[in-house]
C-alpha cells in the first residue's frame, strides 16, 4: 500500500511537518510505503492559501493534514480487514471448493506426461490439518506423472450449470497419520489400499487457483 502525505504547511518543519513525519513513520511501521513529500506548489510559501483563496494557511494545514490523516486511517484500516479478509477467505475458499468438488461426486485431473496432457477421474477430496488433499496410488501413472510434473489441473462439473476448475501444484505428504485420515475419510479404499502399504499415497494442493464457471457466463476465483 502506498500513502502520500502532503504537508500542506509554508513551514515545512513546524507543527504539521513533525505531526506528518511521526504518521508516516507510524504508516510505514505498519507496512505501508508512506512519502512525507511537502507540496509547496511552485515552490512559494503560502501558495495553497493562495489557491483557497483567502483561507488561512494554518487552517488550510490543518485541513490537510486532517485529510491525510483521515485517508491513512482509511486506508490502513482497509488493508488490515484486507488481510484479515484473505486468511478467511482462503479457509473458506478451501472449503468451498472441498465441498463443490465432493457435491459433484467425481472430478477429473490432469496431469503433464511430457507434452502429453493426461486426464482421468478421480473421486478422493479432503480436507486434512488445514489443507486439501487428494489420493491416489504410487504404482499409478497419475502419481509418476505428478512426481515428474506436480502441476496439475482439475475440473468438477455439478451436472447443474456449475463447475469448477482447478489449477495446483500437488505435493506429497508421506505422514501416516495423513494417508490414514484419507483411508478413514473413505472406507472403500481399505480394500486396495493401507496406509503401510507403501503404495497409498496423499498429496495436498498448493497454489490454488480455482475458478468456477456458470453457463451464464458469471465466474469467481478462489485462491488459497
Ligand atoms: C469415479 C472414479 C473415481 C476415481 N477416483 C480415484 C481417486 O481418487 N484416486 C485414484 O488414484 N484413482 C481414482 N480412480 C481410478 C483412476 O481414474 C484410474 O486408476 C486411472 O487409470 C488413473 O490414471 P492413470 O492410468 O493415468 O494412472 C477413480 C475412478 C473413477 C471411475
Not at 174 to 187: G, H, I, N, T, V
Request: hydrophobic letters at 40%; one cysteine or more; aromatic letters at 8%.
Amino acid at each position: 500500500m502506498k500513502l502520500l502525505a502532503v504537508n500542506g504547511s509554508p513551514r515545512k518543519t513546524m507543527n504539521t511537518g513533525l505531526l506528518l513525519e511521526k504518521i508516516v513513520e507510524g504508516a510505514a511501521s505498519e507496512g505501508a510505503a508512506a512519502d512525507g513529500s511537502a507540496l509547496h506548489p511552485n515552490g512559494e510559501h503560502g501558495t495553497i492559501k493562495q489557491m483557497m483563496n483567502g483561507v488561512g494557511s494554518v487552517k488550510v494545514a490543518s485541513t490537510v493534514l486532517a485529510v491525510f490523516m483521515l485517508t491513512a486511517f482509511i486506508v490502513m484500516g482497509s488493508d488490515a480487514f484486507a488481510t484479515e479478509d484473505k486468511g478467511q477467505k482462503s479457509e473458506v475458499g478451501m472449503q468451498e471448493v472441498h465441498d463443490f468438488m465432493k457435491s459433484c461426486g467425481q472430478y477429473f485431473l490432469a496431469t503433464v506426461d511430457g507434452d502429453q496432457p493426461k486426464v482421468r477421474p478421480f473421486g478422493t477430496v479432503a480436507i486434512y490439518d488445514g489443507k486439501l488433499y487428494i489420493q491416489t496410488g504410487k504404482k499409478k501413472d497419475v502419481f509418476k506423472q505428478m512426481a515428474r510434473n506436480p502441476k496439475i489441473e482439475i475440473c468438477a462439473y455439478d451436472g447443474k450449470g456449475k463447475w469448477v476448475r482447478i489449477q495446483a501444484v500437488a505435493v506429497n505428504d508421506d505422514r501416516r497419520e495423513a494417508k490414514q485420515f484419507m483411508l478413514d475419510s473413505y472406507p472403500e479404499l481399505k480394500k486396495m489400499y493401507s496406509a503401510d502399504d507403501n503404495n497409498s499415497q496423499v498429496l495436498f494442493l498448493k497454489d490454488v487457483k480455482a475458478r468456477f464457471h456458470t453457463f451464464t457466463g458469471e465466474s469467481r476465483t478462489v485462491e488459497f
